[in-house]
Nanobody
Framework: QVQLVESGGGLVLAGGSLRLSCAAS????????MGWFRQAPGKEREFVAY????????TYVDSVKGRFTVSRDNAKNTAYLQMNSLKPEDTAVYYC???????????????????WGQGTQVTVSS
């Protein structure tokens, strides 16, 4: 199993930026694909971004393309989600997650991931 701890959430005005971090320990981080999901009140947890084991492949949900950037530093066992031009509809609890696979083929789904962090709240006010 992998232990994941997210940080960096908070309250920000629309148009602002935040950078989320996800620190991993346990299973070898550098060989695992990483994902970010989010869950707004009353809604299903949805996919946000994915990065494969070496950072060569990334995928985003359409609503964040051009505004969010996922990255990783395998030397630090940490993944990041840089969020720019934030909108009120980005308000949610953000979760990082890791997969036993290094690369996920096709659209990343919750079922592709097996370890989850506790989440960090992001609130964007208008």
């Amino acid at each position: 199993q992998v232990q994941l701890v997210e940080s960096g959430g908070g309250l920000v005005l629309a148009g602002g930026s935040l950078r989320l971090s996800c620190a991993a320990s346990g299973r070898t981080f550098s060989s695992s694909a990483m994902g970010w999901f989010r869950q707004a009140p009353g809604k299903e947890r949805e996919f946000v971004a994915y990065i494969n084991w070496n950072g060569a492949h990334t995928t985003y949900v359409d609503s964040v393309k051009g505004r969010f950037t996922v990255s990783r530093d395998n030397a630090k066992n940490t993944a990041y989600l840089q969020m720019n031009s934030l909108k009120p509809e980005d308000t949610a609890v953000y979760y990082c997650t890791t997969s036993r696979s290094g690369t996920i083929v096709g659209a990343p789904l919750k079922a592709n991931f097996d370890s989850w962090g506790q989440g960090t709240q992001v609130t964007v006010s208008s």
